[in-house]
């Protein structure tokens, strides 16, 4: 085992908020998708490991960088990853991104504003989606709606464990000139005070703005069975932002549970079939 997989925290696909290499992701994609994860997800943990010393993490980091790039032994998953991108001539860029975004994790525990924070999703989200859509050899045109959408779903997360990771690893997320005066330690209690629970909204708001702008999303997608599975995380995606906008991320559930997964997925198989007729129309 590499040094960064003795700091895997155990997590795997099915245990992310949202779907990764789904059954609906052609087979012949699959390969070149779970390894860019089986990547992200060691780096995750190596960034996230709450007991390790940062200058441990970034010496691993920068394994798992070398085996990507090819000018050192690297990292397994690195390896992995690099001989699916040599095998599909794919760039190692995307890859590369993702690497700084958690050396970000290492080094940098807070934001000062949304263009910061979004220049963080720049790195650690919109690789992701890009990467795939690459691998499908899908046009550069999608990534505009791709980026807001990954963005989103950042944020989301963020919302989501903004007390986990303060508790955790003392990383906060929030940007600072929208807490105001508002302390930190707001995020340590069992409940939101009404200034925190402002933020969150404006944070859930400013999130449900950037999934407006990927809505179009999943009918720019040529291959149908991804375009079919973008529909479906744009759907989760919505919901979660609704639920943020309802609850309190500090004391209320803002995940979704598996019983309320077969709704959700009916609600954007619908959705996903209702965008592709209007386009078949207009066509016409």
């Not at 996230?48 to 090819?70: F, N, Q, S, V, Y």
């Not at 409940?191 to 990927?214: G, Y």
């Amino acid at each position: 085992m590499s040094a960064a997989a003795d700091l895997a925290s155990g997590k795997g696909d099915k245990d992310e908020n949202f779907p990764v290499a789904s059954i609906l992701i052609e087979k012949r994609f699959r390969p070149p998708v779970m390894a860019f994860y089986n990547f992200a997800r060691i780096a995750d943990d190596v960034a996230d490991h709450d007991t390790t010393p940062p200058e441990r993490k970034l010496a691993l980091l920068e394994t798992m960088r070398a085996g990507i790039t090819g000018s050192g032994r690297g990292s397994p998953e690195a390896v992995a990853l690099r001989a699916a991108l040599t095998e599909r001539n794919l760039s190692p860029q995307h890859a590369l991104d993702l690497l700084e975004a958690f050396r970000r994790d290492v080094t940098k525990l807070r934001y000062k504003s949304w263009d910061e924070l979004l220049d963080y999703c720049r790195y650690s989200a919109m690789p992701v989606g890009r990467y795939v859509l690459d691998v499908h050899g899908e046009s550069r045109e999608t990534w505009p709606a791709n980026d807001a959408l990954c963005a989103a779903l950042q944020v989301i997360n963020h919302l989501q464990d903004c007390a986990k990771d303060r508790r955790n690893l003392d990383r906060v997320y929030l940007p600072l000139d929208m807490l105001g005066g508002i302390p930190i330690t707001a995020l340590d209690q069992p409940k939101s005070s009404p200034a925190l629970r402002k933020v969150l909204v404006e944070l859930a708001q400013r999130t449900a703005h950037l999934l407006e702008i990927s809505r179009p999303f999943a009918s720019q997608i040529k291959n149908r069975r991804l375009s079919l599975d973008v529909s479906v995380i744009q759907t989760l995606a919505e919901d979660l932002t609704k639920r943020l906008l309802a609850r309190d991320p500090l004391c209320d559930r803002v995940h979704h549970s598996r019983a309320e997964m077969p709704g959700l997925l009916l609600r954007s198989f619908f959705s996903f079939a209702g965008a592709r007729m209007s386009r078949k129309k207009v066509a016409a």
